[in-house]
């Protein structure tokens, strides 16, 4: 089935530890997008990458960094420099024609304790 | 700048109740997206609805409904005898047409509880 894969669920560090949020999409879109949600709060762009091997920063990128080496995949580093990562991190993809609609992976609650 | 505010943060509803969920945006662009997103328990995005700017056909889906309004840059969002499965976040959206036509501005979102 085509779609949007982020991986895993939930998951745990301990402060100070960069962590890796995987996305891996199969539906051929061109464009990925990183959302940050907090509750009560609406979803915040960290990156988009329009294209491989290119991206631009969202509102709030500081303390996180991507790559874009394959069309089908777009990782998210949360670093240890990001003050408050936890939070419910969204996964997009867009394309060009169609429906001009974003489509959303089932996202990755992250806890930093 | 573009902005969408969704002033209601929580409504709560008894089944059958028909209920709207308002959306005021803003922006300087003459034609652009506006969207409408559910976002159940689970947590992921369900798309329900695009509008282009310049087609202000108000829609009817179903139960849904949803009523552009450029005049008052409104683009609110009707259930009708609304049910307990209808329970989610539901975000409005809007963004640019044209180039960058991928990357939306959301709201802070409108919590529905509906209760049999």
């Known amino acids: 089935d085509g779609g949007i894969t982020q991986s895993p669920k939930y998951l745990f560090r301990k402060e100070g530890q960069n962590v890796t949020l995987s996305c891996e999409q199969n539906l051929n879109h061109d464009a990925m997008y990183w959302y940050r949600q907090d509750p009560g709060q609406g979803l915040r762009l960290i990156y988009y990458?329009?294209?491989?091997?290119?991206?631009q920063k969202g509102d709030i990128a500081e303390g996180y960094s991507v790559s874009r080496e394959k069309k089908e995949s777009f990782p998210l580093t949360v670093t240890s420099a990001q003050k408050n990562p936890t939070a419910f991190y969204l996964c997009?993809?867009?394309?060009?024609?169609?429906?001009?609609?974003?489509?959303f992976g089932p996202g990755t609650r992250l806890t930093v304790t | 700048a573009q902005k969408v505010t969704q002033a209601q943060t929580e409504i709560s509803v008894v089944e059958k109740e028909d209920v709207t969920l308002d959306c005021v945006y803003e922006t300087r662009d003459t034609t652009y997206y506006l969207f409408w997103y559910k976002q159940p328990p689970s947590g992921e995005l369900v798309f329900l609805i695009r509008r282009n700017s310049f087609d202000e056909q108000n829609e009817i889906s179903g139960r849904y409904s949803w009523n552009f309004q450029k005049s008052t840059s409104s683009f609110n969002f009707t259930i009708t005898a609304s049910q307990v499965v209808d329970s989610a976040v539901y975000f409005c959206a809007l963004s640019a047409y044209g180039g960058s036509q991928g990357n939306l501005i959301f709201g802070k979102g409108t919590k529905l509880s509906v209760k049999p």
């Open positions: 997009a993809t867009y394309r060009e024609t169609g429906s001009n609609e974003q489509y």
């Open positions: 990458s329009q294209i491989v091997n290119d991206f």
